[in-house]
């Protein structure tokens, strides 16, 4: 069975910075893509960034371009998201998902939610002064 479980969230100042976690268990991450998604109160989900499982492929949306980094730790079975120069715009509620099985694939996704099959149960972000 796959769970993911995200941690790191908290409030923050605008320009700060927050790395969140997602760990995984039931599966190794070089058989699924991982991605993070946020949802703000009254907004849809929406994709922030991915990480293809083979590792070597990531993508972000327009807005957190040069903000965010995805990056993983194998061997803890985590993938974490950096976020840095955070904005009021980017308080809401942070998930991470898996899709696959995709054994050392290149392609990812944060356009696509419907690939994405399991969801870990969020961690609220809230920027703010």
């Known amino acids: 069975q796959l769970q993911l479980v995200e941690s790191g969230g908290g409030l923050v100042q605008p320009g700060g910075s927050l790395r969140l976690s997602c760990a995984v268990s039931?599966?190794?991450?070089?058989?699924?893509?991982i991605g993070w998604f946020r949802q703000a109160p009254g907004k849809e989900r929406e994709g922030v960034s991915c990480m293809s499982s083979s590792g070597g492929s990531t993508k972000y949306v327009d807005s957190v371009k040069g903000r965010f980094t995805i990056s993983r730790d194998n061997a803890k079975k985590t993938v974490y998201l950096q976020m840095d120069s955070l904005k009021l715009e980017d308080t809401a509620v942070y998930y991470c998902a898996a899709d696959g099985p995709a054994y050392n694939s290149n392609w990812c996704s944060v356009d696509i939610l419907s690939v994405f099959h399991s969801w870990g149960q969020g961690t609220q972000v809230t920027v703010s002064s």
């Open positions: 039931g599966f190794t991450l070089d058989y699924y893509g």
